[in-house]
């Protein structure tokens, strides 16, 4: 399959734990943030956002936390499952600018 | 669910060609975005668009082009191909106009482009 990264931070997790993937994002005046798995030879696919009026938001069997005084952001999957094994970026957006600023990725790999 | 269909999977042109990527939304996206991905530099914008015939310069514009003539499709166009612009290419499309970036976007499966 495709690589999006060749040396991502890679987290590693047993099929049925939970996963927590962390992003720390640059820009104090983001005011909406996103998250996205990418499954090899796939493009991005839109995991849930959150924007800076909120703490914590759920979906299924994700959370989205922002610590907006550390500029930190999480995503939590509940009983990680095999085909949640996918690079997962984050992306902020910061007022004033007209874009979206991607962070790297983390590679989850989900073990039975 | 949202459709974003890139034209072409992987493409292989020669140096000096004129390339056209073509990208098609089905869920009457107001706004619709070219990426460029390569390893260890994440995605970079190209150029985007909030309306048909509008587009805005992203990060690296450089040696692209865009046309949007019609809503639901948007062509990027490498005006004369190099091998610095092998990479894969990302389509994306967003539904409102005001701040297109301030919301979901959705991305097709991407087009991996060879320039020989």
């Known amino acids: 399959g495709e690589s999006v990264g060749l040396h991502l931070p890679t987290l590693s997790v047993q099929e049925g734990d939970n996963s927590i993937i962390n992003c720390a994002y640059s820009?104090?005046?983001?005011?909406?943030f996103i998250w996205y798995k990418q499954e090899s030879g796939k493009g991005p696919q839109f995991i849930i956002d959150?924007?800076?009026?909120?703490d914590k938001r759920q979906g299924q069997r994700v959370t989205v936390l922002l610590n907006k005084t550390v500029k930190h952001l999480s995503l939590q999957i509940a009983a990680t499952q095999p085909g949640d094994s996918a690079v997962y970026f984050c992306?902020?957006?910061?007022?004033?600018?007209?874009?979206?600023?991607f962070g790297a990725g983390t590679r989850l790999a989900v073990h039975p | 669910d949202v459709k974003v269909t890139q034209s072409s999977r992987y493409l292989v042109k020669r140096t000096g060609e004129k390339v056209f990527l073509e990208c098609v939304q089905d869920?009457?996206?107001?706004?619709m975005f070219w990426y460029r991905q390569d390893p260890g530099l994440g995605l970079r914008l190209i150029y985007f668009?909030?309306?048909?015939?509008?587009?805005e310069k992203g990060d690296i514009p450089e040696g692209y082009s865009v046309s949007r003539e019609k809503k639901e499709r948007f062509s990027l166009i490498l005006e004369s191909a190099s091998t610095n612009q092998t990479s894969m290419y990302l389509c994306?499309?967003?539904?409102?106009?005001?701040?297109?970036?301030?919301?979901?976007?959705?991305f097709g499966d991407g087009t991996r482009l060879s320039i020989l």
């Open positions: 994306a499309s967003s539904l409102k106009r005001d701040r297109p970036h301030n919301q979901p976007q959705h």
């Open positions: 820009n104090s005046a983001s005011d909406y």
């Open positions: 959150i924007r800076s009026n909120m």
């Open positions: 992306a902020e957006s910061p007022r004033g600018y007209n874009k979206l600023i």
């Open positions: 869920m009457d996206h107001e706004n």
């Open positions: 668009s909030y309306d048909v015939k509008m587009k």
